[in-house]
């Protein structure tokens, strides 16, 4: 099993920026998609930004240009810098690491983006 440890959540004004990172220990695969996801009150959870174990990137519409994901494979970790970050922003972001069927979620952390 693969266990996600998630920091770097808080609460911001508009405009700020924040990192979120997030560590994958247990039994990883070299092959392997990681991202964040996230969930508003009262919506799904959404795609915000996944990377490959190769580098290949994926952004939801609404955070592209804004948001950055990235990562180090020797660690095993996942970063989101978020900058000019609105309060629609604003909700519990998961990590996500997959491989092949294989799926696991982080705790989640709270981002909130004040007016």
């Known amino acids: 099993q693969v266990q996600l440890v998630e920091s770097g959540g808080g609460l911001v004004q508009a405009g700020g920026s924040l990192r979120l990172s997030c560590t994958a220990s247990?039994?990883?695969?070299?092959?392997?998609?990681m991202g964040w996801y996230r969930q508003a009150p009262a919506k799904q959870r959404e795609l915000v930004a996944a990377?490959?174990?190769?580098?290949?990137?994926n952004y939801a519409d609404s955070v592209k240009g804004r948001f950055a994901i990235s990562r180090d494979n020797a660690k095993n970790t996942v970063y989101l810098q978020m900058n000019s970050l609105k309060p629609e922003d604003t909700a519990v972001y998961y990590c996500?690491?997959?491989?092949?069927?294989?799926?696991?979620w982080g705790q989640g952390t709270q981002v909130t983006v004040s007016s």
């Open positions: 247990g039994s990883t695969f070299s092959i392997n998609t």
């Open positions: 996500n690491y997959r491989s092949g069927s294989y799926s696991a």
């Open positions: 990377i490959s174990s190769i580098g290949v990137t």
